[in-house]
């Protein structure tokens, strides 16, 4: 357990290209060669692997800028905690996000007028994770606001600051960590509520689509009959 700690730490974004790139010439091999018995397997398993990281990069954008808004109030009296939920390749990405003006917008523009409006991918899955993000980094945006605007006017302790920080960025991970294990597990959330305001933006996939109330499994909804 100690072992695979301490690589997941020393994960460097290169190691990840590699398992992507091995994954993509596998892909090429496979239709080079047609390999027959393991043909559909190897379908399944690679649409597994890429739905469920795609999902759950989804929340990538807006979990490093959670991360990114509180460091500065964590980094000198909890750097351990920083570092716990900041690998290599997470303070990698921070770096780079941090060189980036308006990462927010431009993640809410393309996530909404694009991937939600066009129904792009194709999977549902995969769009209602983006969908699920889209929503948190707005509410997210907000509340950092009013945080920040809160500590710097009534919190004047350096210390009690970071100290209610560590707490914000506690609730926030609350948030955020079931949000990538589901994603990774295929799961949708539980919450009917969270799932309904989510559902509603993604819209049905053509005129047959069956909704996604689990009690309705008989048949998809009939047309009304033309007069």
């Known amino acids: 357990m100690k072992e695979a700690i301490r690589v997941l730490f020393g994960l ?3 190691e990840i290209v590699i398992l992507v790139l091995f994954l993509i010439i596998a892909f090429i091999l496979e239709q080079k060669f047609n390999f027959k018995k393991p043909r559909e397997w190897f379908f399944a398993f690679n649409a597994l692997i890429f739905t469920r990281s795609f999902s759950a990069i989804a929340y990538a954008v ?3 800028d959670m991360i990114n808004i509180h460091i500065p109030l964590l980094k000198d009296d909890h750097p351990l905690i ?3 939920f900041m ?3 997470v303070a990698d990405s921070i770096d780079i996000i941090q060189q980036i003006p308006f990462l927010t917008f431009i993640y809410l523009s393309i996530g909404y007028g694009f991937f939600i409006r066009y129904k792009i991918p194709g999977d549902r899955f995969v769009r209602y994770n983006i969908m699920y ?3 948190l980094v707005s509410l997210q945006g907000i509340l950092n606001e009013m945080f920040l605007a809160f500590t710097d006017t009534f919190i004047v302790d350096d210390y009690l600051r970071s100290q209610v920080t ?3 960025f506690f609730c926030w991970l609350s948030l955020y960590i079931p ?3 589901r994603a990774f597990l295929g799961k949708y959330d539980s919450n009917e509520f969270i799932r309904e305001a989510v559902e509603v933006h993604l819209g ?3 005129p047959d689509f069956i909704w996604w109330d689990r009690e309705r499994k008989d048949k998809a909804p009939k047309k009304p009959p033309l007069n």
């Open 12 to 14: 460097y974004w290169l």
């Open 166 to 168: 560590l707490m914000a």
């Open 204 to 206: 049905r996939d053509g």
């Open 179 to 181: 949000c990538f294990v």
């Open 62 to 64: 807006p979990y490093l």
């Open 133 to 135: 993000s889209i929503m």
């Open 87 to 89: 690998p290599n390749f």
């Open 82 to 84: 920083l570092r716990l």
